[in-house]
């Protein structure tokens, strides 16, 4: 159905060293539970499912690194959120395109946050920026 939530619960940004020639940044996003949860709407209790996640932006060679943790609430049918709870259980694993929901919601809400943070620690961008390149004009 809908993703009805988003919420922070952890925030780490952390500066090691000055960064000194090349910086690798590597992204990485887990999903690392899958909860049942009530959503309550008018009278009526929905269900709802929590994803758990952790974003990392590693900034190597030991230069920093930005950690969040949170939650993504996603409203959905009852015998769905079953399914989809049982399938975690079993196997670890979320159907493809609701997986790929999660994580695009995940990613957009953290790279921003990501990026504001990086800049107040003075650690380069985790994400590529545009950047203006200027040609010399031809006569």
Known sequence: MAIVGFSFTKIEV??????VGKVNISNNVVLKDVIEA???????????????FQFTSKYEPNVGKIVFGGEVLYLQETAKVKNII???????????????????TVLAKCNV???????????????????????????
């Open 38 to 52: 009530s959503l309550p709407v008018n009278t009526v209790k929905q269900k709802a499912i929590k994803f758990v």
């Open 113 to 139: 946050q990501a990026l504001i943070l990086s800049q107040e620690v003075n650690l380069p961008s985790p994400i590529p920026l545009p950047k203006v390149k200027m040609e010399a004009k031809k006569a």
């Open 86 to 104: 049982s399938d975690w259980k079993k196997s670890g694993q979320i159907e493809k395109n609701l997986m790929a929901q999660i994580l695009n």
């Open 14 to 19: 952390e500066k090691k060293e000055s960064a």
